[in-house]
């Protein structure tokens, strides 16, 4: 989608949204700790679709889950899970996810970014 | 009676005087019962009697067992009934002298009173219900036919639209093919002055001649869409507006729906509320412009409802002067008649820059929203859009709500985005009014196919406007004038019609709304202008070229026009076969005499 010259375009985008991911992981962090659910979820819808537009389809994925999660569902939001604690137990662990997939695009996209 | 001496051998007082004796039970009925009673019955007499407590005195408690008044004598006897003293006769009542009967009898009447009363209640409420039966029953029959109607009446607008929006899509579809078919056959053409000096005049009568034979299948489809459509969103936005007093908080809705017609008028002096607008005034309007553009502008006319000048145009204006400053180059142009004004509603900043920028690069004029609830208020601000790209979970106001308010008052497509597609969720989407689904995440080709689906008419054939190239460094000269000529059309058909300045909506939104920010634009020549030049030419075609105050500056400009427009001006010319109002058979030959020429 770039052109030679609008490279700064991609890259503004990029960054905006390694910084937009930052700040999620921050407010996941926060909501983890107060058991919040409901913002859990929100939270991984929003970061699931700027993600899932970029491409960065494994960050994107974890962010799914944890949308269902916070919705008390299981994984692929089928069937439901009542368990809270476990679901806090599963977004943690796909928050953790969520996380190293992120490093991985972070330092892949700065690398990019630099060589360009 | 019993003192009457002729009668004394019948009936008289008795020896004591304390009750009287009717000594010959015969005789006195024949004779003197009639007489005194009105009825010869003896029986009743004595009933009579008894009834005012007279008791029959008996004879066989005295010894010897005979009466002294003889074996068929009856003796009556009451205390109160004695000879000579008529005083006490007042003391003899129906109901007083027994205590114990009487009350009885009173006990009796009463309660047959009561039971006639309740009689009558009971009848009364019977038919009191029955009645109310009655009604209910024809209240729920007339209910139910009310629902059918409105059903079937639901139904039968939906579809109505969806299939004149095919038919539509189609000719236009048609159209947009053969004219760019010929455009392309004329366009190199465009670099011969002889043919351009001997098709000006052709292309000058053509808007005319066009005018007068306004009606080809496509402008008549058009108009009677319009026709029908005004009538079509009123069912709709009642019906919805039934829904939603079944469904939803209805009072929330109706204000926003006052406040849309109210602001709206209030706003844009002159433009009135769609909602009020009757299929006369939207053909008036509609009508002559679209006789010299065909049909697409008239097309995205009825689809934004209102053809004016939006006065909230300073927001777009930096975005759109945005999208224009963009580098294009390289960029595979989808080629619009016009840039098309695409709102963005979109919560997610990521989503919203790619989203953009695929827009921009598409040469649409984009503008944002971060949620529903801004979406809205821009849209019940007036300004008109040809396409929203709505995302759905957002906060404040969702994209579903968000467009079911939207869709109380304006029918611009809406695309919801979304990553949550599954088969119900969109169902829910096309229920309240959304026209497509892109799902998310989008690319740039599925994208750009969402945006060709919905905004056919303001394709442009890439043809003719390749063909332009080459003079676009002329555009430079006549980018000042054709500012002036179109502020001299401005003044023509303000004054003619509305429908005029609706046609100028176009280009003072993108061009002089961007000129006077950034006065450069006009001489690069960016595809981007061309673009909207060659918009401004068709769009306005018409009022420039017979104008004859056109300043020779323009010149320039309208012998690009010309190559431009020698597609409509030979059709027009072709035309002259008599207005036959088909425009596919007027083509026909334009290809087959092209061919030559080339």
Not at chain 2, 109 to 125: R, T
Not at chain 2, 236 to 262: C, I, K, W, Y
Not at chain 2, 574 to 586: E, F, H, W
Request: some cysteine.
């Amino acid at each position: 989608m770039d052109e030679e010259d609008e490279r700064e375009f991609s890259k503004s985008i990029v960054f905006g949204f390694l910084e937009q991911a930052e700040q999620t992981f921050t407010k996941m962090d926060a909501a983890m700790k107060d058991k919040n659910l409901a913002e859990l979820s929100s939270l991984g819808h929003f970061l699931k679709g700027s993600s899932a537009t970029l491409g960065f389809t494994k960050v994107k994925d974890e962010c799914e889950k944890i949308q269902h999660y916070g919705h008390k569902k299981n994984e692929t939001g089928e069937s439901d899970e009542p368990d809270e604690d476990k679901c806090l137990r599963l977004i943690g662990e796909s928050i953790a996810e969520a996380k190293r997939a992120y490093e991985v695009v972070n330092s892949l996209m700065k690398q990019f970014y630099a060589e360009a | 009676m019993l003192e009457d001496p002729s009668y004394s051998s019948v009936v008289r007082w008795g020896d004591d005087g304390e009750s009287f004796v009717v000594l010959e039970n015969e005789k006195f009925t024949k004779s003197i019962l009639p007489k005194h009673f009105k009825h010869s019955n003896f029986a009743s007499f004595v009933r009579q009697l008894n009834k005012y407590d007279f008791h029959k005195v008996r004879q066989n408690n005295e010894e010897g067992g005979s009466s002294i008044y003889g074996a068929n004598a009856w003796e009556f006897r009451h205390p109160e009934f004695k000879a000579n003293s008529k005083d006490s006769l007042d003391n003899i009542r129906r109901k007083a002298p027994a205590p114990r009967k009487p009350s009885n009898l009173s006990d009796d009447q009463i309660s047959i009173q009561q039971i006639d009363l309740m009689n009558q209640q009971i009848v009364a409420q019977a038919q009191q219900i029955e009645s109310l039966v009655q009604t209910t029953g024809q209240l729920q029959m007339n209910h139910q036919m009310v629902v059918q109607e409105l059903l079937r009446l639901q139904k039968t607008v939906v579809n109505h639209d969806r299939v004149m929006q095919d038919v539509m899509t189609f000719l236009q579809s048609v159209d947009a093919k053969q004219r760019r078919d010929s455009k392309s056959l004329f366009a190199p053409q465009a670099d011969g002055p002889a043919t351009s000096t001997t098709l000006t005049p052709t292309s000058q009568n053509m808007p005319g001649s066009e005018e007068d034979v306004p009606a080809s299948p496509l402008q008549h489809a058009a108009k009677l869409l319009n026709e029908i459509k005004p009538d079509g969103q009123f069912n709709m936005a009642g019906l919805e507006q039934m829904n939603m007093h079944t469904t939803t908080t209805p009072v929330s809705q109706d204000p926003r729906n006052a406040q849309f017609r109210g602001s709206n008028s209030a706003t844009s002096s002159g433009s009135m509320g769609f909602v009020k607008m009757n299929p006369n005034d939207m053909d008036a309007i509609v009508y002559p412009m679209g006789s010299t553009n065909g049909i697409d502008p008239m097309y995205s006319e009825h689809i934004n409802n209102i053809p004016y000048p939006m006065p909230s145009r300073d927001t777009q204006d930096p975005r759109a002067q945005f999208a224009d400053t963009r580098k294009k180059s390289g960029l595979p142009d989808p080629g619009w008649r016009r840039p098309p004004r695409i709102l963005l509603v979109e919560d997610d900043p990521t989503c919203r820059q790619i989203g953009g920028k695929f827009l921009y690069s598409f040469s649409c004029v984009v503008d944002c929203a971060l949620d529903g609830l801004e979406a809205v208020s821009k849209m019940q601000e007036g300004i008109k859009y040809d396409m929203i790209l709505m995302d759905i979970i957002m906060p404040n106001l969702d994209g579903v709500s968000a467009c079911h308010i939207i869709r109380q008052f304006d029918r611009t497509p809406i695309v919801a985005m979304t990553s949550n597609i599954r088969s119900d969720d969109i169902q829910m989407y096309f229920h309240h009014g959304m026209d497509d689904v892109l799902p998310k995440p989008f690319t740039r080709k599925s994208l750009l196919d969402m945006l060709e689906k919905h905004l056919m008419h303001l394709k442009k054939m890439p043809q003719g406007m390749d063909g332009q190239q080459p003079t676009s460094g002329a555009m430079g000269a006549s980018g000042g004038p054709s500012s002036s000529g179109q502020s001299v059309r401005d003044d023509m058909s303000a004054g003619t019609s509305p429908a005029g300045s609706s046609g100028a909506w176009n280009s003072p939104s993108q061009y002089s709304g961007v000129s006077p920010v950034n006065p450069n634009m006009h001489f690069p020549g960016i595809p981007q202008q061309q673009l909207q030049q060659q918009q401004f030419v068709d769009m306005t075609g018409n009022t420039f070229q017979t104008g004859p105050q056109t300043p020779m500056g323009m010149r320039q400009g309208v012998m690009q026009q010309q190559a431009q427009r020698r597609g409509q001006a030979e059709m027009g010319g072709g035309n002259d076969m008599g207005g036959a109002n088909k425009r596919q058979r007027i083509y026909a030959p334009q290809q087959s005499m092209a061919a030559p020429m080339r």
